[in-house]
Structures are given as C-alpha cells and as structure tokens.
C-alpha cells in the first residue's frame, strides 16, 4: 500500500537467517539483514507472478522501509522500469521534495488527521527530504544491480546495497563492472555493495522464470522457437 512502512516485530525473528559468508556480522545486524531481504523477496515473488523477471527490493532508513519496487519492465513496456528504479519512484513519492514541502504533512504530503497514529520517530522523518532520506538509507535487492541501476544509487548518493545473488550478465558492483566503486567523480561518493543472505533463494526465482517463456521478449531471445520459424511474424 502506498506510504505504508513496515517495523522490525517479534514475529520477523521466526525467519531463518541464510547470512552473509564474506563479511563479518554481529548476529543482530544479520537477523535485520535477514527481516529485510526476506521482505525483497516477497516482492520478487510478486513479480514473478505477474510474469516479470523475479528481482525485488526496499530502501530501509531508520529500521522502516521508505521504498518498495519490483521489476514492471512487461506491464509497463519501458526497459527501465528495473525493481530498484520503481524503488527510487516509490521513496521520492512518500518524502517531500524540500524540507519547506514536508512541513505539517506526512511522507506523501497530506495533513495527517488529528487522531492519526503515527511511528514514534516520525517527527524526526517528516523533516527529511527525499535526498535527504537516499544518503541514509540501505537498500535491500534481490539480485546485484544492474549497471543503470547501480549508476543512479549512485547518483543519488545511496551509501550501501545488500543484495543476495550476483548478477553475471549485468551487474555493476563487479560482477561485469563496478561502476559502485570505480572511480567516476560525476556519480558521486563510492557506493558499497555487499554480498548479503538468501542468495540461493533469488536465484530459484530467476530460475523458476527463464524455466518459462518471456511473452515480452523479442523473437530471438523467445525459448523453444521452432527453427524454420518466421520470425517476421512475431
């Protein structure tokens, strides 16, 4: 639901941590991991369902998300509408533009009601911008980003990503290239990106996909195509 944000509770401890191998974490900072990529999977699930490549992920500021996405690339017909660009959509939705645009509204700009009940931190938030909240945030991915995507986390000078399996053909945290940390002062700041849980879980999503045929794929890139084809047609 729009401008909804969700809080660690006691019932996220019954997820079962898959945690990271190639970093060192407290057992507190991986559960939290764990709470917030089990939640970016739940929206590549989503995707997957609605027959798009299963990649989902959450902006996490302050123990909240502040911005869901998953991919929409099919439904939409637009190639760049990547899980972390709806995201990005998503987060600058629920936050002012400037601090003077927040003042006296909630995260999507409307006077809360008197009797609202709001999270207690939310004083502090409604204060912040929507850049504001992008240099604080953590955003949890299902799969590594893509170059575009990794390029403008940058540019929105998004300090850290957590993503679960490594993407071979496109990603850009070093997988293929690493604009996160090369050195191109345009983009910004570094970005670090981190190998983080269930790694083996988005990968039998992407999995269970490609099993399948893209209805949205171009004629060559469709599987199972009968080789005397004409391909004219599609």
Same mark, same amino acid.
């Given at each position: *639901?729009?401008? =909804?944000?969700?809080?660690?509770?006691?019932?996220? +401890?019954? %997820?079962?941590?898959?945690?990271?191998?190639?970093?060192? %974490?407290?057992?507190?900072?991986?559960?939290?991991?764990?709470?917030?990529?089990?939640?970016? /999977?739940?929206?590549?699930?989503?995707?997957?369902?609605?027959?798009?490549?299963?990649?989902? @992920?959450?902006?996490?500021?302050?123990?909240?998300?502040?911005?869901?996405?998953?991919?929409?690339?099919?439904?939409?017909?637009?190639? $760049?509408?990547?899980?972390?660009?709806?995201?990005?959509?998503?987060?600058?939705?629920?936050?002012?533009?400037?601090?003077?645009?927040?003042?006296?509204?909630?995260?999507? #700009?409307?006077?809360?009601?008197?009797?609202?009940?709001?999270?207690?931190? &939310?004083?502090?938030?409604?204060?912040?911008?929507?850049?504001?909240?992008?240099?604080?945030?953590? /955003? &949890?991915? $299902?799969?590594?980003? @893509?170059? *575009?995507? $990794?390029?403008?986390?940058?540019? /929105?000078?998004?300090?850290?990503?957590?993503?679960?399996?490594?993407?071979?053909?496109?990603?850009?945290? #070093?997988?293929?290239?690493?604009?996160?940390?090369?050195?191109?002062?345009?983009?910004?700041?570094?970005?670090? @990106?981190?190998?983080?849980?269930?790694?083996?879980?988005?990968?039998?999503?992407?999995?269970?996909? %490609?099993?399948? =045929?893209?209805?949205? +794929?171009? @004629?060559?890139?469709?599987?199972?195509?009968?080789?005397?084809?004409?391909?004219?047609?599609?």
């Amino acid at each position: *639901m729009a401008g =909804e944000t969700v809080h660690a509770s006691p019932s996220h +401890a019954d %997820y079962k941590c898959s945690c990271f191998n190639s970093f060192e %974490y407290s057992e507190s900072e991986s559960c939290e991991n764990c709470i917030w990529m089990h939640a970016a /999977l739940d929206l590549a699930k989503e995707a997957l369902e609605a027959g798009e490549v299963p990649v989902g @992920c959450v902006f996490v500021y302050n123990s909240e998300i502040v911005g869901r996405g998953r991919n929409r690339v099919n439904e939409t017909r637009n190639a $760049t509408r990547h899980a972390e660009m709806v995201a990005i959509d998503d987060l600058r939705k629920r936050f002012p533009n400037t601090a003077s645009d927040g003042a006296g509204n909630d995260l999507l #700009g409307h006077k809360p009601p008197a009797d609202d009940c709001r999270p207690q931190n &939310y004083s502090e938030t409604s204060q912040l911008t929507a850049d504001d909240v992008f240099r604080l945030a953590t /955003l &949890y991915v $299902t799969c590594e980003p @893509c170059i *575009m995507c $990794t390029a403008a986390l940058r540019i /929105l000078h998004v300090p850290t990503v957590v993503y679960g399996c490594a993407n071979e053909r496109f990603g850009g945290c #070093g997988s293929v290239v690493n604009i996160a940390a090369d050195s191109l002062p345009s983009l910004g700041p570094e970005l670090i @990106c981190l190998r983080g849980p269930f790694a083996e879980e988005s990968i039998d999503l992407l999995k269970s996909f %490609y099993k399948g =045929e893209n209805p949205s +794929a171009p @004629c060559p890139k469709r599987k199972n195509l009968v080789h005397n084809q004409n391909t004219a047609s599609c």
